[in-house]
């Protein structure tokens, strides 16, 4: 079975543990998994290219994360930081650890000379996956085009009253606390499906929407041109599983983005704003929650297939429980 997961960091990685966990224990056939990951948290920093999401995955999925922070290398340290901020060079807020550092001098120097971050993704996963993997897990970035999401922030010195920041400035410096006016993702409607992107969907036999943030990790996936058309397009099925549980995010900020763009943040909520793909959104079937088993009725109303399930990711087993529940509610 090939399964492919529209990702955005620490949720789709802990997700898309949970679901290789659940192939090596016997729960759910072995089978290839591509990963098509959010690219709009991209940042440049002190003149390096910093891929978030791409690097959450691959240092999860490799075993090279901080488990504890969620992102960044295990047993880092901050030398090249502490050193940067003695020279007053900004910005300081963020985190940028010497191990870390390693791939986005690698990185950067790749795009330098040319090459498109879908294939530095793919020399950087030479380390990370291929020994562990083979060719068994593929990680693909969303597109090779720069696409960033900001935010726009009340600011009362402002001509119009508002600032735009970069979405890493929102989430790491405001600690997502000031309300979110806008979200605007700059690049998006004039950037192309990364290569493989959408043959990765279309030729599917499943694809996943884990519980990552619906706004900035799979709202942008969906807004790269030619991504819903995919998803309209393939014969697979496609399932999501809630990131709001009882009403609240678990951890990030969905809450405040979903907020922003006018969706109540609930289990059905955000399933009814991906909408049913009969009538033009991305969803056959949709996970909540058994806390939010109230919800099942109002999303198969609106014609997705719902049911509610343990969704608190606190495990492998448990992650590789909903990963199961996901192949079964897609009928396969
Ligand atoms: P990010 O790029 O690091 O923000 O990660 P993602 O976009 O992949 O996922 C973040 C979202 O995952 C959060 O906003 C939460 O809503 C959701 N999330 C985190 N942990 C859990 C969990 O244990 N269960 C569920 N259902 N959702 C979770
Ligand atoms: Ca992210």
């Given amino acids: 079975m090939q399964i492919t997961v529209l990702s955005g960091g620490?949720?789709?990685?802990?997700?898309?543990?949970?679901?290789?966990?659940a192939q090596h224990t016997g729960l759910l056939p072995d089978g290839e998994i591509t990963v098509v990951a959010n690219t709009?948290?991209?940042?440049?920093?002190?003149?390096?290219?910093?891929?978030?999401?791409?690097?959450?995955?691959?240092?999860?999925?490799?075993?090279?994360?901080?488990?504890?922070?969620?992102?960044?290398?295990?047993?880092?340290t901050w030398s090249a930081k502490d050193e940067l901020a003695a020279y007053g060079v900004e910005p300081t807020w963020f985190g940028l650890g010497d191990r870390d550092i390693a791939?986005?001098?690698?990185?950067?120097?790749?795009?330098?000379?040319?090459f498109p971050l879908s294939q530095v993704t793919q020399a950087l996963c030479q380390r990370w996956l291929s020994p562990i993997f083979g060719n068994g897990v593929?990680?693909?970035?969303?597109?090779?085009?720069?696409?960033?999401?900001?935010?726009?922030?009340?600011?009362?010195?402002?001509?119009?009253?508002?600032?735009?920041?970069?979405?890493?400035?929102?989430?790491?410096?405001?600690?997502?606390?000031?309300?979110?006016?806008?979200?605007?993702?700059?690049?998006?409607?004039e950037s192309k499906p990364g290569p493989g992107v959408v043959e990765a969907i279309t030729e599917a036999d499943l694809v996943l929407l884990p519980p990552s943030n619906p706004v900035v990790s799979v709202g942008t996936i969906l807004g790269v041109p030619g991504v819903r058309k995919a998803i309209s397009a393939t014969p697979a099925p496609v399932v999501g599983l809630s990131p709001i549980v009882g009403g609240s995010h678990v951890r990030g900020m969905a809450e405040q983005l979903l907020t922003s763009i006018g969706v109540e943040v609930s289990a059905a909520g955000v399933g009814l704003h991906y909408g049913p793909r009969s009538t033009g959104g991305v969803l056959d079937g949709w996970l909540v929650d058994s806390l939010d088993a109230d919800d099942v009725a109002r999303v198969e109303a609106a014609g997705v297939s719902c049911r509610a399930v343990p969704l608190m990711m606190t495990d492998h087993d448990a992650t590789a429980a909903m990963a199961a529940a996901a192949v079964e509610l897609a009928g396969l």
């Avoid at 620490?10 to 966990?21: E, N, S, T, V």
């Avoid at 791939?103 to 040319?114: E, F, K, N, S």
């Avoid at 009253?161 to 979405?167: Q, S």
């Fill in 40 to 76: 709009a948290d991209d940042i440049w920093i002190h003149g390096l290219k910093v891929c978030p999401d791409l690097d959450t995955v691959m240092y999860t999925l490799g075993d090279g994360i901080d488990l504890e922070r969620g992102w960044g290398r295990r047993e880092e």
């Fill in 138 to 189: 593929r990680l693909l970035p969303m597109t090779d085009d720069r696409v960033e999401t900001h935010i726009a922030i009340a600011d009362a010195e402002a001509p119009s009253g508002r600032r735009a920041v970069h979405f890493q400035e929102y989430w790491v410096r405001l600690r997502a606390e000031v309300p979110a006016e806008a979200v605007v993702v700059v690049g998006l409607e």
């Fill in 103 to 114: 791939t986005h001098l690698v990185r950067t120097q790749m795009l330098d000379a040319g």
């Fill in 10 to 21: 620490m949720g789709g990685a802990k997700f898309l543990q949970g679901l290789l966990h």
